[in-house]
């Protein structure tokens, strides 16, 4: 079935660097969604990119949907402590989300002030 | 307020006593689905529903049951839990099943 992977599984970064994660998925994907998770909490969903090489902005969060729709990234530029979270990138299934999302493993991140 | 309501938070059973973890939305969402959160593994989907009445398995529904009577409800049926049931559960629902999903704030489950 259809997998999806995400790099790197922890980031620790000091407070105002930059923050990427990766995802990749083993087929081609009608759409990518964006969650965040605070610890303790539940997903958050962030943004859905459906448009091969589509960017898109949120303050200072970037999302990108590669060209062959396999692959996607989320950027933060300059973290603040409330950007701490598990981010996770989820493809949907045949039914273009219908049928529910494989998540990846996400991208815990740790913030040192 | 839309949102997503499971219910208990916490709960602590033993092994073989059946349970139910209610779900509800009061957004007229078609589409709901149940996921387990487990360390290292992440969401791994388990059950999951397009309308009232149609229910399929996702990934790892092995052990549980599902049923949709009304659209605004989801409930997750452990008929027999067992001790690999112990996880954090999330249901979610979506307007579309396209253009993201809203979730709850989960139910941790222990079985002993």
């Known amino acids: 079935g259809q997998q999806v992977m995400q790099i790197p599984q922890y980031q620790h970064v000091q407070e105002g660097e930059d923050f990427t994660t990766y995802c990749n998925s083993s087929?081609?994907?009608?759409?990518i969604q964006w969650y965040k998770q605070r610890p303790g909490g539940h997903p958050v969903f962030l943004i859905q990119?459906?448009?091969?090489?589509e960017v898109k902005k949120q303050k200072r969060l970037t999302f990108q949907f590669g060209e062959a729709k396999k692959n996607s990234s989320l950027h933060i530029t300059a973290t603040q402590t409330t950007d701490v979270g598990t981010y996770f990138c989820?493809?949907?299934?045949?039914?273009?989300?219908?049928?529910?999302?494989?998540f990846g493993k996400g991208t815990h991140l740790i913030i040192q002030p | 307020e839309a949102q997503v309501t499971q219910n208990p938070r916490y709960l602590i059973t033993v092994t073989g006593k059946k349970l139910t973890v209610t779900c509800s939305q009061n957004?007229?969402?078609?589409?709901m689905s149940w996921y387990r959160q487990d360390p290292g593994l992440g969401l791994r989907q388990i059950y999951y529903?397009?309308?009232?009445?149609?229910?399929d398995k996702g990934d790892v529904p092995e052990g549980y049951k599902v049923s949709r009577k009304e659209k605004r409800n989801f409930p997750l049926i452990l008929e027999s839990p067992s001790p690999n049931q112990t996880s954090l559960y999330f249901c979610?629902?979506?307007?579309?099943?396209?253009?993201?999903?809203?979730f709850g704030s989960g139910t941790r489950l222990t079985v002993v």
């Open positions: 957004m007229n969402h078609e589409y």
């Open positions: 979610a629902s979506s307007l579309k099943g396209f253009g993201g999903y809203t």
């Open positions: 990119l459906v448009k091969s090489g």
């Open positions: 087929t081609t994907l009608s759409n």
């Open positions: 529903s397009m309308n009232v009445e149609v229910t």
């Open positions: 989820a493809g949907p299934g045949d039914g273009g989300g219908a049928d529910g999302l494989t």
